[in-house]
């Protein structure tokens, strides 16, 4: 009996271990932390209240489809990363940022971790990587949030 | 009484959120396909409804998106393979791609450079492409394949169960 209950416990470990596990699918640890993940939610009705003060959105991916949000272009490419560098020089450490791409789950999606590794290595203090799970699509557009012209 | 009627609404709401309906909503097998009417490289519109009279393989990919590139190969071999074949539904396989890139000349050149062939569509929307709503796409790659007369005979086959399911229907 003992020993049953001892498997039970160590097969529960083990399968909570991997469901929570933060590494990502290419084994790698992402350059960003579950508390710098922004609701799609959150970041709508913020943009919905105007008189709120708003963070700057920048757009890593194929197109600024969030409503203000500036468009980059796809991180991935050296070009594209640096011109965001050069807009982030010119803003204060502690500026509210959000940056976005939304092609794909984070697993496949090769633009997020290089935006996000570029704010981390130049000290900002307050961004967020839009939570995004399956893409702009289905968590951002089809749930009725603010969209470009 | 109360207890059933929530049991009941609790019920309709857990319908009504599950993705997987969400996902099947009039694109099930057996029911025709929507019309799609998009622009190709050159310009001109080029429907769906167009292919009539062949097997087709609507394929919904993007030139950013991992998986989809990586199979454009593979849907190359199934093209090559049954482009001429007879079907006992239809004279033909025709590949139709719908691409939701958002610029053209990253779409043109992918096509360029991997010397597709087969039919390339794009209304250069991204994934706010009225098309991906239609087909109700919650994520890529996707795919659709219609007999002659564009009804569903399947979604979503991939690699070997897709060749499995053309091969089905050739005419021996």
Redo the contacts between chains.
Sequence with gaps: MKTKILTFLLVAFTTSMLVTNPLSSHGQSDPWTQQQLLAPAELAKVLNTPKSPQPIVFSI???A?IKGSVDIG?AMRADNLNTLKQKLNQLPKNSKIVVYC????FS?C?NVRPAMALLKSMQFTNYKLLNLP?????DW??KGYP?SE | MRILILAVALLLVGSIMSPSTAQTNGLEKGNKSPEIRLPSVKGDTVTLSSLKGKLVLIDFWGTWCAPCVEEQSELAKLYHTYQHAHFTIGKGFEIYGVSLDSKKITWENFLVKHKINWVQVSDLKFWRSPVARTYNIQGLPFNVLVDDKGVILAKNLHGKDLEKEINKYLNK
């Design positions: 991916g194929m197109q489809i796809p939304g092609c794909c789950p496949r090769p399956q893409n702009i699509k289905v557009i089809d969209i």
